[in-house]
């Protein structure tokens, strides 16, 4: 939990009066101060900076209540108390000079809150590619690149997680607009908050030829028919396991299974939070286009005036000759093109049913077969133990002429003996001794020094 980590005073900073300060000054220390620095800071130098990033502010900014310094010197030393007493800052001492450094765990919140104040946006078009990037590299490489398929699930919840919060962004700056008396503040707000931060940037490519969910089939397929290939499961579950981020193959197994199905529900259910989004920017659209029209105020005379100013044309004598209008006024140059439509809802995306999981028993067998054959050509210490034993019996040593070798089973365990003094770390070193030997063996198999293996006193 992230509460039982962090001070229990670290936001008392940014919720008192001189909030605003404080909150600039961490992130000044941030990104300015701590950020190319490997090594802890002085303290010295570091109330310094305190000092100098404080001239800029004024006393009422800085000040906590009544008793904060009004001396600079002063001020600076009771800020840098502030900030350690909350448990910002921690403060130590290497060889009897006091440094200091930011807490561990409020750094790690304080990147996230410099990442809230950047106003970060995110690419539709880079996160899809993304995500179909690291997916079709797992899968073309399970083995060796299988954390690929944990890069893609994880990219996919962070899209996921950011239409979402697009959407509340969406609504929030709905309702300020809509709450807003003036209508020129009204304006600022849709255009400043709404269109510069939401709907400028790759949004508008949504609806065009290059929309970025282009690749959302191909991410659909490879994670579909990856989730039916019981072969590329197993494959990613086994280098998941390798790479130790599973305890056995079932977990890795359900692990692989369950970043699958992740990607194929983030992906496929897109169009909801899409049409959310749609339908918060065509209501807004049509408001402000409504604000737009009738914001002009209505001339009461408008109509007298203008039939006055027919009835005055009528009257003249001597239009016989005139040239023909080139307007017509039973016409107006204003026509349905002209009217404001609506956006357009998106088609539908086909799409089928997965079909249900049905491991091949041949597949099965398959595997099965493989791990037996790893198993059959595998030298441990136990199969070396029973071969030795086995051609030993009563005796306390044999040269390894004398061992008979009837099968291949036999044979892989009989080239490995020349090595049992330092095979495995040398794990059998103190149960038996080898020694080599003048002459050679040749036993049809192998063709080498002769040597003796012979059980070490206890």
């Not at 990442?115 to 490489?141: K, M, Q, W």
């Not at 408008?302 to 239009?319: D, H, K, N, S």
């Amino acid at each position: 939990m992230l509460f039982t980590r962090l001070s229990d005073d670290l936001f008392r900073p940014l919720a008192s009066p001189s909030r605003a300060f404080n909150a600039a000054l961490l992130l000044h220390l941030h990104a300015r101060v701590f950020a190319d620095v490997a090594e802890p800071l002085r303290k010295g130098e570091l109330i310094a900076e305190i000092g100098d990033f404080a001239s800029t502010f004024s006393q009422i900014d800085i000040a906590d209540d009544e008793t904060t310094p009004v001396d600079p010197v002063e001020r600076r030393s009771a800020i840098y108390r502030r900030l350690l007493d909350a448990g910002w800052l921690v403060e130590r001492r290497e060889r009897y000079v006091p440094v200091v450094e930011f807490d561990p765990e409020a750094r790690i919140l304080i990147e996230e809150l410099a990442r809230l104040d950047r106003g970060e946006t995110r690419s539709y078009g880079g996160a899809v590619l993304e995500v179909l990037g690291s997916l079709e590299s797992a899968i073309a490489n399970p083995a060796d690149r299988s954390e690929a398929l944990v890069n893609a699930a994880k990219a996919s919840r962070a899209f996921m997680s950011h239409l979402r919060s697009l959407a509340g962004s969406m609504r929030k700056v709905e309702e300020r607009i809509l709450r807003e008396d003036d209508q020129r503040a009204a304006f600022r707000l849709y255009f400043d908050e709404f269109v510069a931060r939401h709907l400028v940037s790759d949004y508008r490519t949504l609806h065009t030829r290059l929309n970025p969910f282009r690749f959302r089939s191909g991410i659909v397929r490879e994670a579909g028919q990856a989730l039916r290939d019981a072969l590329t499961i197993r494959a990613l579950a086994e280098a998941g396991l390798r790479e130790g981020r599973a305890l056995d193959l079932a977990s890795a197994e359900r692990a692989v299974r369950g970043d699958l199905a992740e990607i194929l529900s983030v992906f496929e259910g897109l169009d909801r939070h899409l049409d959310a989004v749609a339908d918060i920017v065509a209501r807004l659209e049509r408001r402000i286009a409504a604000a737009l029209r009738y914001m002009d105020h209505r001339d009461s005379d408008r109509i007298e005036r203008t039939a006055a100013a027919l009835r005055a044309f009528g009257a003249v004598e001597g239009l016989d000759d005139a040239p023909a209008p080139q307007v017509s006024l039973l016409r107006p140059p204003i026509g349905e093109p002209h009217f404001y439509a609506p956006r357009l809802g998106r088609r539908p995306i086909l799409s089928e049913p997965l079909p249900e999981i049905a491991l091949d028993p041949a597949i099965e067998a398959f595997i099965a077969a493989k791990d037996a054959f790893r198993q059959r050509v595998a030298v441990t210490p136990e199969r070396i133990v029973a071969f030795v034993e086995d051609r030993l019996g009563r005796a306390d040593a044999i040269r390894g002429s004398q061992i008979s070798v009837e099968d291949v089973d036999d044979f892989i365990v009989y080239q490995r003996l020349r090595e049992i003094d330092v095979l495995f770390d040398g794990a059998l070193a103190g149960r038996y001794r080898l020694s080599q030997l003048g002459s050679r063996v040749s036993n049809g198999w192998l063709d080498c020094p002769d040597f003796l293996v012979e059980r070490a006193p206890r």
